[in-house]
């Protein structure tokens, strides 16, 4: 069973809109969750990593959200670029370490056009 | 920037060849994972390491043989390949002693059993 969900599973957006990504997952223990972006034919790059209870994140255009009591996260894109066009994948961590197990969403493909 | 360079970038082999996927890493991590990515999947770990000298089995690792020869290398062997490991195989290194460990990913080999 999909411990991880993402959605949309793809998404058209104009140039210059926002957009806002959900992530919602069942993993036990929820130590962390992360947000990565993976370019076609390109591995992961990370965008942000979530730890607290309630955490809120920002890294430029990109900021994240985390609520373990509801287990969902959202990542949003401000302004987006058409170098924002890839998938988006949320990885939730049982542990601190990576040893621990990471489980991976499917991602949500975003595309940007002009 | 940490770099994890993977080789080769594209292999197409028979059913019951050997092949070898190559992992390179310039971080000087202690972990290293190997792991598939399959369309409409999350990334799935198929075998990981602590450091020179250790392989650990992941979630889906029949099938897969992994060697850890030093702190710089780590490989992914398919003794008979099938054409179910058709897929793309990222690599990835971490350092554990770092809350949170980043992780850092090659760019994929993507592999076709023919």
């Known amino acids: 069973k999909t411990q991880v969900e993402q959605s949309p599973q793809s998404l058209v957006v104009r140039q210059g809109e926002n957009c806002v990504l959900q992530?919602?997952?069942?993993?036990?223990?929820?130590?962390?969750l992360r947000w990565f972006k993976q370019d076609t034919g390109k591995g992961l790059v990370s965008l942000t990593v979530?730890?607290?209870?309630?955490d809120k994140t920002s890294n430029g255009r990109y900021s994240a959200t985390l609520d373990k009591d509801a287990k969902h996260s959202t990542l949003h894109i401000t302004a987006t670029l058409l170098d924002d066009t890839a998938t988006y994948i949320c990885?939730?961590?049982?542990?601190?370490?990576?040893?621990?197990?990471?489980?991976f969403g499917a991602g949500t493909q975003l595309i940007v056009i002009p | 920037e940490a770099a994890v360079t993977q080789s080769p970038r594209n292999k197409v082999a028979v059913t019951g060849g050997k092949v070898t996927l190559s992992c390179n890493q310039t971080?000087?991590?202690?972990?290293m994972y190997w792991y598939r990515q399959d369309t409409g999947h999350g990334l799935r770990l198929i075998h990981y390491?602590?450091?020179?000298?250790?392989?650990e089995k992941g979630d889906i690792p029949d099938g897969y043989k992994a060697s850890r020869p030093s702190q710089e290398n780590f490989s992914l062997i398919l003794e008979l390949a099938t054409p179910s490991q058709t897929s793309v195989y990222f690599c990835?290194?971490?350092?554990?002693?770092?809350?949170?460990?980043?992780?850092?990913f090659g760019h994929g080999t993507k592999l076709s059993v023919l």
């Open positions: 390491s602590y450091g020179a000298g250790s392989t």
């Open positions: 990835a290194s971490g350092d554990p002693h770092i809350s949170n460990e980043r992780l850092f």
């Open positions: 979530l730890v607290d209870q309630k």
């Open positions: 990885v939730v961590g049982d542990r601190g370490s990576a040893l621990g197990r990471l489980h």
């Open positions: 971080n000087n991590h202690n972990n």
């Open positions: 992530c919602n997952y069942s993993v036990t223990p929820d130590n962390h």
